[in-house]
């Protein structure tokens, strides 16, 4: 056993607390906050190649780790060991039918400063696929997903022995080289179309932010849909004596080669396949049109070799030891590890953090102190698989489980809307801050301005949720969007089982273009996504917010009605997705293969698609009953809260606390979900086949959509019990109350 | 007056008629279609430029002359005078930021024959642009649509003294450069972007039959939704003495210089326009960013001089006249004239006439004679605005409105699906044909390949009416689509009220790709339209049946319930178009600049929408009594012939083809639609704002479209006379068969 995370830390002498108002609190926050000060560290941090173990990622962990002890906290680094491959080759050559060197390195340009120094900065590849040297034909799967390779597979297409190149979009990128290799693929190139973040989308980089034709996006594909975090050892913190699986046990390290490359190599294959013509909805934005391939017309050689030695990740992990609630912990990371420079993702998030550290800092130096632990993580190894995280939360998942009230997490930040996904018990408080802090570019509170971008959205005929566009006509809160995964809050929420919440500001800037490439750099982020910073320090008084209500409330600031309503909308979503797969089923069944022969242009035949088992009716009444139970217990729990919260004595609040400490492990499943039990959350997790996209109800909603029927039924009772046990939580708070 | 068109043909000697059975006439009919003489023909026909007044434009008239009195039928010529300006002049340059001359004759291809010999062909134009010289900088408009202009506005930018650059796409070419007009511009380019029908659709020609970079689509853009025809001549015949308006009063010519350019041209322009990124759906498959512009970066000199002298266009009328009924006529009519070599469009229609023309001749030669009048029509001058076809309907619209029972029209065809659109009372005479003839791939019924392409589509996503697929389940009719605009039916159905169809093949060919340039060939059409002609076959045996089971009818063979169920339809769609409205206009009403400020970006703002008058109710009781009416009188008519249609004495069936001739003549509104009375049809019309597309109901749906709420009434209540009248003569026609 180690230590636990608290007692690793010497506690600060206790001095007498100043009582600080809320508002003093704040505004000794903002004082902290500087825009300026935000683009001299990001400046700084963004000087050299960020990949876990350089040596400029390192020297911006010590300066984290400096910035935090200056400011008063008290700092740990947490370190582990994990597998994590980097290139010792790769190679990529058109052999047919013309012979052309690919691949490589981005090139800099001129105007991009970092971008002419990439001396030490990886090339463009992704994490955890396999060695391998392969020269075969290649075949475009569009997005490379399950009904895209449906699509190949009535037109006669396979890709067996071949290379598959897929473009970047529709779902998460490790599921293209996994499902490839599943298909009998031997190699996976992975490119970005510019119809997503090219000049389909924004002028390129520099005149815009968009994609240049040579940008390249690199990534992890770990299987991070099975379990996140170091491949050989899941469930448990990499530590130097974990007992390790070998690469080749672990489930979530691929065997295929696949590299990602740029549009303009992209446009050097795909403009020479023949075959059949793709469908409609198959074709990207390049200038020509887009065929199957597959034939020996267009080969491909595909080399890649890494160096699979364990790695140090080095979490910097700082602490305001609570008051009066000392085994109450708020908990709040970003990742500072970036792909190449990283300053949009991660650094523009986490020197907003840094803002906040600055500003809690200040408040502990001027006496305040905290009734719950203050924890602020800055995260290693999130790029090639959410590595120091989750080795983090599993090393200690014990003590978090017990203790953590909630994680609040960021990543990259930009210019635009407030954005807020995750446990939606926090709805209202969320609401509050973003109704007290002001949007840099219209001077009016950011849930304003959300509320205002509803409205006219939806006018305008963006399709915007009926209750959100309700909500905001009303004045009403900001809906929380559940959580999928995709950054560090995945081991705190779908394992640990913890209420997160994932915060950033977005939908004008243009990082989209520089994702994961050398492009994402100082003069990227403050020419094209957020100009001065003015979002960061937005950010940075948002989250920095959310800590101080949540760390001093006398009662945790949480009401269950949204909670309630969330999983009454996903159980309403999955009765329609049952009725459409059912109705779906049985036009299926009347047709026939000789219907698919008349209807398809024989120039282009399409066999009819398989035979599936019909979608039966699904046991769902128990966990219907068990919402409504929720929504009954929320319904009290709110109401209790409205009408007796201000008047609660000390003991009152006291039993409170204790029946609401812990109440999210009501939502942990005791198996797991199907095929993937390091998930437990049964209201959410990340898709299967989306990835980073979120899937609620997720066991009962995948089984039915992969027609594992008998899953089904199973799950929707897991999740029925979990919301039972819940909502006998919930009475039990009201009870304390009373 | 001029003599009737009967008594203009010397009538044949009235031999006694050999009675022959439907088989036996289908079989004769089928044995003189071949596709290798339609081949024959078409590379005849398509050896030189087919433009108005062109030598071998003329010289096909002589030709299908000469081979319809070779085939027996009688034959004249009907010449009109007409208006048809052709270009002395183009030009167009880039003249900043670079010069570069753009614009001029397509260049020819040595994969395709006839594009190799421009001689005498006319360089890209529009038809009834204005002539003009002028020097201005460049505004992308999107598609040029009203829509496009409130877009633009509520960013600021005004066309006032530019020249505006559409895309062809979204609504009826015309409709750019007069709406560009109105709005003050200086000037129009129209180009076909790639996403239409270059690589975004199909591989480009020679490789696909896609549009290469420099095809050009040539087109009218004569304002005809106000009226076709010759511009100077409306409701009256262009006959040499008829009296005329001057170019300058005429309301269909546009008045400013208007050039339609290729892909390659447009991309010069656009890809150097400065300003502010244009909206998502605003961007085409070119491989930039594309941005409003409007600024002196990007100018370009545009010039047009057209010769506006009148010229001749000669229809070719050819009759079989009837024995019985000969003052019933059926009309059947393709036009001759293309904008090059016409190959697809129209002539692949033409050669597909003239073998059903020579079936009828053989028919004939044994001894058949139609109890109907059956009159053929080879129009000249439909591309530049319908000219031959509205000229000839105008000069005889009395004879024509008391005795054609149909007008049967078709114009290009294709390998693919049959699609027949128009008058509903035909659909059950139609799906009958269609059950007969076999579609030349799959050897099927046309009718149930087109079953199963709607079943199989409507599985695979594509939206399908649900009335559609009902019928395609059950085995049921075809429906027919409303007729819009675009063919030479415009006359007969919307001015003479005569019932019209039009009909083709298509949805596998690529036409599109060549639609209106040099490219539309033969070389292209045989290889990537419709090979060997196969559907040229098909489409001759189609509308050839359906020229023999009317002309041969004892009792019309139509029903009433399709039409009055379309009629229905159509009023429900209004219904709901109304709801929308004003649920629309409520939630406008509550938007404020305010809102939009916030809402929108900072760096691309814009304003809110124009305040709009708010939709009122409409009166539709009259209109919705009428048309229960006509359903019940259709009810009654179609019970009536079910029950007793076998069985009517000769008196009966005489007294019930009285009451039938002319019954359509009660939709046409004694006023005409509004600001364009030349349309008389209550049921159908093309668009104001489509050009092409249909509208139903017109007078009221416009009305309720463009917030004339009075016209709407008012409107609404003549549709309901019309109903009313029409369901009137319907429960005539059931007395006499009682």
Same mark, same amino acid.
């Given at each position: 056993m180690h230590k636990t995370i608290l007692a690793a830390f010497l506690l600060g002498t206790t001095a007498t607390a100043q009582p600080m108002g809320d508002a003093q609190k704040a505004a000794m926050l903002d004082a902290a906050v500087s825009s300026a000060e935000q683009m001299a560290w990001l400046k700084d941090f963004t000087a050299g190649p960020n990949h876990v173990d350089a040596p400029h990622n390192r020297q911006n962990a010590d300066t984290i780790a400096r910035m935090f002890r200056d400011w008063g906290w008290q700092v740990k680094m947490a370190e582990y060991q994990v597998l994590y491959p980097t290139p010792i080759s790769t190679a990529l050559e058109l052999v047919g039918p013309v012979a052309k060197k690919l691949g490589g390195q981005e090139p800099g340009i001129a105007e991009d400063a970092t971008s002419q120094n990439l001396a030490g900065a990886l090339p463009p590849y992704v994490a955890y696929q396999g060695d391998g040297d392969v020269t075969a034909p290649v075949v475009y799967v569009n997005y490379g997903l399950p009904a895209d390779y449906e699509a190949l597979a009535r037109r006669g297409i396979s890709v067996k022995g071949k290379i598959v190149i897929a473009r970047y979009g529709g779902g998460w990128r490790g599921l293209k080289p996994k499902l490839a290799q599943e298909q009998g693929a031997i190699g996976c190139l992975i490119y970005s179309d510019p119809q997503q973040d090219g000049y389909g989308s924004a002028d390129t980089y520099p005149n815009g932010g968009g994609r240049p034709p040579t940008g390249v996006q690199r990534g992890s594909v770990v299987d991070m849909t099975t379990y996140p975090g170091d491949p050989l050892t899941p469930g448990i913190g990499a530590t130097k004596d974990a007992k390790r699986l070998t690469r080749e046990t672990a489930a979530t390290v691929l065997k295929i080669p696949t590299l990602p490359i740029s549009y303009a190599d992209a446009t050097e294959i795909l403009s020479r396949l023949k075959g059949a013509p793709v469908p409609q909805e198959w074709r990207g934005a390049l200038p020509f049109h887009y065929r199957f391939g597959g034939s020996d017309d267009v080969k491909v050689h595909l080399a890649v070799k890494s160096d699979w030695s364990l790695k140090t990740v080095r979490n910097v992990i700082a602490m305001l030891p609570g008051s009066?609630?000392? =085994?109450?912990w708020v908990v709040r990371g970003n990742h500072y590890d970036g792909w190449v420079f990283g300053a949009a993702d991660p650094l523009s998030g986490e020197v907003a953090m840094l803002s906040e550290a600055k500003g809690l800092g200040a408040l502990w130096k001027a006496g305040w102190r905290p009734k719950r632990s203050i924890v602020y993580a800055s995260w290693d190894g999130e790029e090639p698989g959410l590595l120091g995280s989750t080795e983090w939360v599993e090393h200690n998942l014990a003590e978090l489980r017990q203790k953590a009230v909630i994680y609040i997490n960021s990543d990259g930040n930009g210019r635009g809307y407030l954005g807020v996904d995750g446990s939606q018990q926090f709805t209202s408080l969320v609401s509050k801050v973003a109704g007290e %802090?002001? =949007?840099?570019?219209?001077? %009016?509170p950011v849930i304003d301005r959300w509320r205002a971008a509803m409205r006219a959205g939806a006018f305008e005929? &963006? &399709?915007?949720d009926p209750d959100t566009l309700a909500a905001a006509e009303k004045g009403g809160d900001l809906p929380l969007d559940p959580l999928g995964s995709g950054s560090d809050y995945t081991a705190f929420i779908h394992h640990a089982g913890i209420p997160s919440l994932n915060v950033g500001f977005g939908g004008e800037g243009e990082s989209a273009g520089s994702y994961h490439s050398i492009f994402d750099s100082y003069d990227h982020f403050v020419r094209w996504d957020d100009p001065g910073l003015a979002y960061g320090a937005a950010l940075s008084k948002v989250t920095g917010r959310l800590v101080l209500n949540i760390a001093d409330a006398d009662v945790l600031p949480v009401r269950y009605g949204p909670l309630a309503g969330a999983a009454r909308g996903y159980l309403t979503e999955i009765r329609s997705l049952i009725d459409n797969r059912r109705r779906e089923d049985m036009r299926r069944a009347g047709l026939t293969a000789d219907m698919y022969k008349l209807a398809s242009d024989p120039r282009d035949p399409i066999a009819p698609p398989v035979a599936k088992a019909s979608t039966p009716m699904i046991e769902l009444a128990a966990l219907d009953n068990a919402i409504a139970q929720l929504e009954a217990a929320a319904k009290a729990f709110d109401g209790a809260i409205a009408a007796n919260g201000a008047t609660l004595t000390e003991a009152q609040k006291a039993a409170l606390n204790a029946k609401l400490k812990g109440i999210d492990q009501a939502l942990l499943s005791p198996s797991g979900l199907p095929f993937r039990p390091w998930f437990r959350n049964v209201l959410y997790a990340p898709g &299967?086949?989306?990835?980073?996209g979120a899937k609620t109800l997720p066991g009962l909603r995948e089984a039915v959509e992969e027609r594992r029927f008998d899953d089904a039924n199973r799950e929707a009772g897991i999740a029925a019990k979990a919301f039972n046990d819940y909502a006998d939580r919930l009475n039990a708070a009201v009870g304390a109350m009373r």
């Amino acid at each position: 056993m180690h230590k636990t995370i608290l007692a690793a830390f010497l506690l600060g002498t206790t001095a007498t607390a100043q009582p600080m108002g809320d508002a003093q609190k704040a505004a000794m926050l903002d004082a902290a906050v500087s825009s300026a000060e935000q683009m001299a560290w990001l400046k700084d941090f963004t000087a050299g190649p960020n990949h876990v173990d350089a040596p400029h990622n390192r020297q911006n962990a010590d300066t984290i780790a400096r910035m935090f002890r200056d400011w008063g906290w008290q700092v740990k680094m947490a370190e582990y060991q994990v597998l994590y491959p980097t290139p010792i080759s790769t190679a990529l050559e058109l052999v047919g039918p013309v012979a052309k060197k690919l691949g490589g390195q981005e090139p800099g340009i001129a105007e991009d400063a970092t971008s002419q120094n990439l001396a030490g900065a990886l090339p463009p590849y992704v994490a955890y696929q396999g060695d391998g040297d392969v020269t075969a034909p290649v075949v475009y799967v569009n997005y490379g997903l399950p009904a895209d390779y449906e699509a190949l597979a009535r037109r006669g297409i396979s890709v067996k022995g071949k290379i598959v190149i897929a473009r970047y979009g529709g779902g998460w990128r490790g599921l293209k080289p996994k499902l490839a290799q599943e298909q009998g693929a031997i190699g996976c190139l992975i490119y970005s179309d510019p119809q997503q973040d090219g000049y389909g989308s924004a002028d390129t980089y520099p005149n815009g932010g968009g994609r240049p034709p040579t940008g390249v996006q690199r990534g992890s594909v770990v299987d991070m849909t099975t379990y996140p975090g170091d491949p050989l050892t899941p469930g448990i913190g990499a530590t130097k004596d974990a007992k390790r699986l070998t690469r080749e046990t672990a489930a979530t390290v691929l065997k295929i080669p696949t590299l990602p490359i740029s549009y303009a190599d992209a446009t050097e294959i795909l403009s020479r396949l023949k075959g059949a013509p793709v469908p409609q909805e198959w074709r990207g934005a390049l200038p020509f049109h887009y065929r199957f391939g597959g034939s020996d017309d267009v080969k491909v050689h595909l080399a890649v070799k890494s160096d699979w030695s364990l790695k140090t990740v080095r979490n910097v992990i700082a602490m305001l030891p609570g008051s009066s609630k000392a =085994d109450e912990w708020v908990v709040r990371g970003n990742h500072y590890d970036g792909w190449v420079f990283g300053a949009a993702d991660p650094l523009s998030g986490e020197v907003a953090m840094l803002s906040e550290a600055k500003g809690l800092g200040a408040l502990w130096k001027a006496g305040w102190r905290p009734k719950r632990s203050i924890v602020y993580a800055s995260w290693d190894g999130e790029e090639p698989g959410l590595l120091g995280s989750t080795e983090w939360v599993e090393h200690n998942l014990a003590e978090l489980r017990q203790k953590a009230v909630i994680y609040i997490n960021s990543d990259g930040n930009g210019r635009g809307y407030l954005g807020v996904d995750g446990s939606q018990q926090f709805t209202s408080l969320v609401s509050k801050v973003a109704g007290e %802090v002001k =949007d840099p570019q219209t001077g %009016v509170p950011v849930i304003d301005r959300w509320r205002a971008a509803m409205r006219a959205g939806a006018f305008e005929g &963006r &399709r915007i949720d009926p209750d959100t566009l309700a909500a905001a006509e009303k004045g009403g809160d900001l809906p929380l969007d559940p959580l999928g995964s995709g950054s560090d809050y995945t081991a705190f929420i779908h394992h640990a089982g913890i209420p997160s919440l994932n915060v950033g500001f977005g939908g004008e800037g243009e990082s989209a273009g520089s994702y994961h490439s050398i492009f994402d750099s100082y003069d990227h982020f403050v020419r094209w996504d957020d100009p001065g910073l003015a979002y960061g320090a937005a950010l940075s008084k948002v989250t920095g917010r959310l800590v101080l209500n949540i760390a001093d409330a006398d009662v945790l600031p949480v009401r269950y009605g949204p909670l309630a309503g969330a999983a009454r909308g996903y159980l309403t979503e999955i009765r329609s997705l049952i009725d459409n797969r059912r109705r779906e089923d049985m036009r299926r069944a009347g047709l026939t293969a000789d219907m698919y022969k008349l209807a398809s242009d024989p120039r282009d035949p399409i066999a009819p698609p398989v035979a599936k088992a019909s979608t039966p009716m699904i046991e769902l009444a128990a966990l219907d009953n068990a919402i409504a139970q929720l929504e009954a217990a929320a319904k009290a729990f709110d109401g209790a809260i409205a009408a007796n919260g201000a008047t609660l004595t000390e003991a009152q609040k006291a039993a409170l606390n204790a029946k609401l400490k812990g109440i999210d492990q009501a939502l942990l499943s005791p198996s797991g979900l199907p095929f993937r039990p390091w998930f437990r959350n049964v209201l959410y997790a990340p898709g &299967r086949f989306t990835g980073y996209g979120a899937k609620t109800l997720p066991g009962l909603r995948e089984a039915v959509e992969e027609r594992r029927f008998d899953d089904a039924n199973r799950e929707a009772g897991i999740a029925a019990k979990a919301f039972n046990d819940y909502a006998d939580r919930l009475n039990a708070a009201v009870g304390a109350m009373r």
